[in-house]
């Protein structure tokens, strides 16, 4: 479509938008005045159909579609004038979706596949995954899948372990018993099916930074900014002599924090950080000691 302006500076004083390439130029000399306009024709898009019917773009690829965005969609029971169909029409454009739903998913490990991944995002709701986060997991569970590394394992036990090695890789702090407890999965299923992807695939997760750890268990705690840089410095000062190594990152973060509390003067429950953080008050209780004999707090 092509709209016409007025313009002074030329003697013809006539003006052509050219919507699809996005320029403006003069119908008299051909002189381009503008380029790279922005095509906003206010276009609803209100469900499905319309999305892929009038879509300038597609829609959106991703691992965490099991046919990676690239689907057909039969549209509704309108033919290209808008008319709609005759009665013996919908009834084979209804047949024909049908079966275009069931050719979609034939094989068992299409269905696995779907169902895996309705199961990963039940699982990034409730934990809060970004989506760079789902596309690693996603892409990984693939990897496994063409290996044949489902055979004889749960499909929720090997996605919810590439989730937790996919949040390892990018530094998402969320525990293996935050995954297990969401994804109603045993924590001893899981460790398996960890260990199968990392000997598997020769992976080498980086360890969690301790530090984003108390960040999230502060805020879950609603503890003040105040406190939680003091358990910052703690948590660096027990780092730096190594008192760290080998350590449940979760234990380190909640006994720093509860220290620091503790030294400032806002005497939180040790029950209170061991609901929070899913460690026992024992262990606490014994991080906290620890880390006060070694920096002589």
Do not use: W
């Given at each position: 479509?092509?709209?016409?302006?007025?313009?002074?500076?030329?003697?013809?004083?006539?003006?052509?938008?050219?919507?699809?390439?996005?320029?403006?130029?003069?119908?008299?000399?051909?002189?381009?005045?503008?380029?790279?306009?922005?095509?906003?024709?206010?276009?609803?898009?209100?469900?499905?159909?319309?999305?892929?019917?009038?879509?300038?773009?597609?829609?959106?690829?991703?691992?965490?579609?099991?046919?990676?965005?690239?689907?057909?969609?039969?549209?509704?029971?309108?033919?290209?004038?808008?008319?709609?169909?005759?009665?013996?029409?919908?009834?084979?454009?209804?047949?024909?979706?049908?079966?275009?739903?069931?050719?979609?998913?034939?094989?068992?490990?299409?269905?696995?596949?779907?169902?895996?991944?309705?199961?990963?995002?039940?699982?990034?709701?409730?934990?809060?995954?970004?989506?760079?986060?789902?596309?690693?997991?996603?892409?990984?569970?693939?990897?496994?899948?063409?290996?044949?590394?489902?055979?004889?394992?749960?499909?929720?036990?090997l996605m919810a372990a590439a989730l937790y090695v996919s949040c390892r890789e990018t530094m998402t702090p969320r525990s293996l018993e935050e995954i297990s407890e969401m994804g109603n999965i045993t924590k001893k299923h899981m460790q398996k099916s960890i260990r199968v992807l990392i000997e598997e695939f020769n992976l080498k997760p980086?360890?969690?930074?301790?530090?984003?750890?108390?960040?999230?268990?502060?805020?879950?705690?609603?503890?003040?900014?105040?406190?939680?840089?003091?358990?910052?410095?703690?948590?660096?000062?027990?780092?730096?002599?190594?008192?760290?190594?080998?350590?449940?990152?979760?234990?380190?973060?909640?006994?720093?924090?509860?220290?620091?509390?503790?030294?400032?003067?806002?005497?939180?429950?040790?029950?209170?950080?061991?609901?929070?953080?899913?460690?026992?008050?024992?262990?606490?209780?014994?991080?906290?000691?620890?880390?006060?004999?070694?920096?002589?707090?």
């Open positions: 479509m092509l709209q016409k302006y007025e313009f002074h500076n030329c003697n013809q004083s006539k003006l052509i938008t050219d919507v699809f390439s996005g320029e403006i130029f003069c119908a008299n000399c051909g002189t381009v005045v503008e380029e790279k306009l922005d095509n906003h024709d206010g276009t609803s898009l209100h469900s499905v159909e319309d999305f892929m019917s009038k879509s300038q773009t597609g829609s959106r690829q991703s691992l965490s579609i099991y046919d990676k965005g690239m689907s057909s969609i039969i549209g509704n029971d309108k033919d290209s004038t808008g008319k709609s169909l005759s009665s013996f029409n919908k009834s084979r454009f209804n047949r024909l979706r049908i079966l275009d739903s069931r050719s979609k998913i034939k094989q068992s490990s299409e269905r696995t596949l779907s169902t895996s991944l309705i199961f990963l995002n039940g699982l990034k709701e409730k934990l809060g995954i970004s989506d760079n986060t789902v596309e690693a997991t996603c892409s990984l569970f693939r990897r496994a899948q063409k290996h044949q590394l489902i055979r004889g394992r749960s499909s929720n036990d980086p360890q969690y930074d301790i530090s984003s750890f108390l960040t999230k268990l502060s805020n879950d705690l609603g503890i003040s900014e105040k406190i939680k840089r003091y358990a910052l410095k703690i948590l660096s000062d027990v780092e730096k002599r190594g008192s760290t190594v080998g350590k449940n990152p979760i234990g380190q973060a909640a006994s720093s924090l509860y220290l620091a509390s503790m030294l400032m003067g806002n005497n939180i429950p040790q029950s209170k950080f061991s609901e929070i953080s899913g460690i026992s008050t024992v262990t606490v209780r014994k991080g906290k000691n620890t880390i006060q004999k070694t920096l002589n707090l």
